[in-house]
């Protein structure tokens, strides 16, 4: 398992986005890049450089996935009919981690990895502690009674910064929610633009 050695609003700052809409992000404050060279003048980027910003922008959305793990999920895209950038976005929605952050149980990806990785998370009443599980339609996702009331469960739950897309369903009285259908591209709340497209061009090169 591939773990997050730097900080993670690093990566806000490489991409020059603010990538999880988050109020504390540095990018709100600075513009540019971290590091010595961070204010250099910035050249025009080449087709190959914009293409991998969309790979990297992608990739850290979700909790900086590695690029073994995010290469098979574009093969598995490319494999499946429909839209290849469609089934990218698909199979990145299905991620237990991803839907733990959906439900707002956890205030990052990062968190939500954590809290999946450290067993406090049920599906279809079931102990699953693997962050890249991939759920389907009509399942059911509860955090473990036991759990229900930590204070980074009830911080999330009552954090403004966000809501639940209307691909899932949750009572967060019971801390229970239902993935509902697999989101199109259109459906899903990025703070900022996504291109699975470009991603696509990428490893189509």
Same mark, same amino acid.
């Given at each position: 398992?591939?773990?997050? &050695? ?5 990566? #806000?700052? !490489?991409?020059?986005? #603010? ?10 404050? *600075?513009?540019?890049? %971290?590091g010595? $060279? ?14 991998? @910003? ?7 959305y ?12 574009? =093969? ?7 839209? /290849?950038?469609e089934? +990218? ?18 205030? /990052?990806?990062?968190?939500? *990895?954590?809290?999946?990785n $450290?067993? $406090? ?9 693997? %962050?890249?599980? +991939? ?5 059911v996702i509860?955090?473990? =009674?036991? =759990?229900?009331? &930590? ?10 910064? !966000? ?9 967060? *009285?019971?801390?229970?929610? /239902?993935? +509902? ?8 709340p990025?703070?900022?633009? @996504?291109?699975? #497209? +470009? ?7």
């Amino acid at each position: 398992m591939s773990k997050r &050695l730097e900080s993670k609003f690093k990566i #806000n700052r !490489r991409l020059g986005v #603010n990538l999880w809409g988050r109020a504390k992000s540095p990018v709100n404050r *600075r513009e540019y890049g %971290p590091g010595q $060279h961070g204010q250099r003048r910035r050249q025009k980027p080449s087709d190959y450089s914009i293409q991998l @910003m969309a790979k990297q922008k992608l990739k850290g959305y979700y909790g900086n996935i590695g690029e073994k793990q995010f290469r098979r999920y574009y =093969d598995e895209a490319v494999r499946r009919k429909g839209d /290849t950038s469609e089934n +990218l976005i698909g199979i990145l929605e299905r991620r237990l981690d991803a839907v733990v952050y959906r439900l707002k149980f956890a205030l /990052t990806p990062f968190a939500a *990895r954590q809290f999946v990785n $450290h067993g $406090h998370i049920r599906v279809n009443g079931k102990r699953v502690n693997i %962050p890249s599980y +991939l759920v389907k339609e009509g399942d059911v996702i509860e955090i473990r =009674d036991k =759990d229900k009331q &930590l204070a980074i469960v009830l911080d999330a739950v009552q954090n403004p910064e !966000r809501d639940v897309p209307d691909y899932m369903e949750v009572d967060h *009285r019971l801390m229970k929610g /239902t993935y +509902l259908r697999v989101p199109q591209l259109s459906d899903v709340p990025y703070p900022v633009q @996504m291109e699975p #497209n +470009l991603v696509v061009e990428f490893y189509s090169r």
